[in-house]
């Protein structure tokens, strides 16, 4: 009867307000961690609007969080042994949609500016990468943990302007710099793991960032967004 009187979590992608609410949770823990355990720490997924990307995020933000109160019942309380607390740096970037460049500039900031507040920010950084970069390196060294990177709809500034040449070209640069220094931060990094709606490739953003898998398409993960018939019948 308990599982009759949960709420559907109708509109939350918040995986610690749904665990704390005790509305209904779809465990995929188990394919998380699958996915953080296999051979490649970058990761990048594709899956249409309002498909659970984002609630797929906020779960490996509270795992990488150390967060084990919430996962009891899940697969992923059965799978995991040491429940260790990594630095997070979570980017939603949904919030970036129909932008110019001044003012994605300026969300970029604001979300910079929240993980500075925790880590700080050095006086010759300018541009959003230098940021991005002096956070990554500064997280890893007050913890003494790798950092985990989280960006989900990375596409979204892109996606209004992507048959508009020049705005198109214009915002592309910005988001290429900004996600640079995933690559160069390498020996700092425990996970980066990406959303978007769109092939990485077809945006030329990823060019130079080649080590990143695309399991979008991969069987093993078909099911690690949105619900299956089998869930549906056995969990709801």
């Known amino acids: 009867m308990e599982a009759l009187q949960r709420l559907y979590p109708i509109g939350i992608q918040t995986f610690s307000k749904i665990r704390e609410g005790n509305y209904l949770y779809i465990d995929k823990t188990e394919y998380i ?46 799978l995991e042994k040491e429940w260790i607390e990594y630095p997070v740096l979570h980017f939603d ?26 880590y700080g920010k050095g006086e010759e950084e300018i541009n959003p990468n230098q940021r991005l970069m002096g956070l990554i390196k500064r997280a890893y060294e007050q913890t003494g943990r790798q950092v985990v990177v989280l960006i989900d709809e990375y596409d979204a500034p892109l996606l209004d302007v992507v048959h508009e040449k020049e705005n198109l070209g214009v915002l592309r640069n910005i988001m290429r710099n900004f ?13 980066v793991f990406l959303t978007g709606i ?19 398409m991969d069987e093993p993960y ?13 969990q709801m």
């Not at 051979?39 to 490996?60: C, D, E, I, N």
């Not at 996600?179 to 996970?191: E, F, G, I, T, V």
């Not at 099911?223 to 018939?229: K, L, P, Q, R, S």
């Open 93 to 118: 970037m949904s919030t970036a949609k129909h932008v110019d460049k001044e003012q994605l500039l300026q969300e970029l900031n604001l979300k910079l500016s929240e993980h500075e507040s925790v």
């Open 222 to 234: 078909a099911a690690i967004c949105g619900i299956t018939e089998d869930e549906m019948l056995t």
């Open 33 to 78: 961690y699958q996915m953080t355990h296999s051979a490649s720490s970058y990761v990048f997924l594709s899956r249409p609007r309002r498909f659970g990307k984002s609630l797929l995020t906020s779960t490996l933000h509270s795992y990488f969080s150390g967060r084990k109160d919430l996962f009891q019942g899940l697969a992923m309380e059965r």
């Open 179 to 191: 996600y640079s220094p995933l690559k160069a931060c390498d020996p700092y990094l425990k996970y």
């Open 198 to 216: 769109t092939k990485f490739s077809q945006l030329s953003i990823f060019s130079e960032l080649n080590n990143i898998k695309n399991i979008s």
